[in-house]
Every structure is written in structure tokens, then in C-alpha cells.
């Protein structure tokens, strides 16, 4: 069995929601899955969307008409997922599991790890295995695309502390830590209304361009490429994201 990691805690995933997922975030993913699909270009329609969440991108996907399976390990957010799926007259699949054993062989046109998904792990081997369970997935000629916050725009935007006033007015401080030698952030999340504080702690490991398409064509992905946003801009100086494509060779 698993030692329990900040991601298992389903009260971070309650409290932080309307802070991470704002009907604005719903809008924007729409008008992105379109670029998503232009720089992935899958052969089919089966997508896979691993730590799917509310269904940002599962929903938008599917009403374009593709074949959805949303995976996802907290209840919480899967939940916030089947309500927005079933408002908006769509059939998706729902899974509840950890992405670390969902594998579901040659079954998959397209998968997707959105939104800073990828990294979550304090051994850094499980996200190889993520990667090899991704692979896995993936039909012959299918493809993967991954977004996260590059560690080099990390290096130039990064603040110790940062703090926001929420809608409902409360307020949320953020603290921020590099650890090992530039490979993982700690962050602290403090949401304070009125005289309660709410403290959050959770880890991510962090992925230049380079260490991320390395760690892609280690599992055996092919014509690797590096995106500065979805819209495919080069992946340089002034980057917003990370965003790495990769294709499952045919043979």
C-alpha cells in the first residue's frame, strides 16, 4: 500500500476549488481544446484526459464529438465532472483511479495530462511510470500532450509569497520553496476568512524543456516537440507554458 501524498487529502480539493477552477478557466479550455487538437492532429476519436478534474477539457472534447475517458483519483472533483458532462447532454467516461496504475493497452487516439497534472510524485520514478502508462495506452501513431509550468519561466516569474482575494473574500497566500537542487517546488497554500486559516502543503517536481522531452523519449516516444503555448509558439524566453507532444512509433 501507498504512504499518503498531500493529493489524497480530498479537503485540499474542496477548499481550493473555486480557486483553481473558476467558470473562466471552464470558458478558456474550450477555445483551447481547438489548439490542442491542431498541434496533436490524432488519427481518432478514443481521447484520454488523465487527472481529468472537473472535466475542463473532457467536456469541451466531447461535444466536439470525440470518445472521452476521464481519469481522475479524487471523488470530489469526478463528481463536479459527471454534473457539468450530463448539463452540457454529453457521454463521457468516468474512472476513478490513480494515474500511476490506470493502463488501458493500445485503447487511445490521443491522451492528454493538462494543467500541471504531471509532477505530482515525491519519487520521481512514478512519474516515468506515468509516462510509461501513457505509452501504453496509446494506439500506434497516437499522441500525447503534456502542459505544465516550465521550470524556466518558474526561474524568471518566481516569487517566495504571493497572496489573492478569492471571490467570496476570502484570501489566499501562497508560499513557495525550491528544494533539491531545482527539481521540486514546496508550496504552502493559506486560506484565511476571517480569524480561520486553512494551511494546504503540497510538492510538485519540476521540468525544464530539455528534462522533460528526455524523460519522454526514455519510455519511447518519437518526434518529441516543445511548445510555448497552445497556440505552438516556440518554446523560449517568453514561454506561458510548457507544452511537450510525443507519438507512439507505428511499429
Known sequence: MREKEWFDDDSFWEAMYPFMFPESRFLEADE????ILSLTRPAGKDVLDLACG???????????????????????LLDKARTRAENARVDIEFVQE???????????????SM????????????????LENIFAS?????????????????????????????????????RREIMDEWTRIRNEWLLIRGDTVQRYPFDLNIYSGQELRERLERVGFTG??????FEGEEYGYDAQRLVVTGRKPRS
Open 224 to 229: 518529441v516537440k516543445l511548445y510555448g503555448s
Open 32 to 35: 483551447q481544446v481547438d489548439q
Open 54 to 76: 472537473p472535466g475542463r477539457f473532457a467536456v469541451a472534447l466531447a461535444q466536439r464529438g470525440y470518445a472521452i475517458t476521464g481519469v481522475d483519483r479524487t471523488p470530489f
Open 138 to 174: 496509446l494506439r500506434p501513431g497516437g499522441v500525447c500532450l503534456i502542459d505544465v509550468m516550465g521550470k524556466e519561466r518558474l526561474a524568471r516569474i518566481f516569487l517566495a509569497t504571493s497572496s489573492t482575494t478569492l471571490p467570496d473574500g476570502a484570501t489566499l497566500v501562497e
Open 115 to 130: 494543467f500541471t497534472s504531471f509532477g505530482y510524485f515525491a519519487e520521481k520514478q512514478e512519474d516515468i511510470l506515468v
Open 98 to 112: 490513480d494515474m500511476r496504475d490506470f493502463v488501458r493497452p493500445d485503447s487511445f487516439d490521443l491522451v492528454l
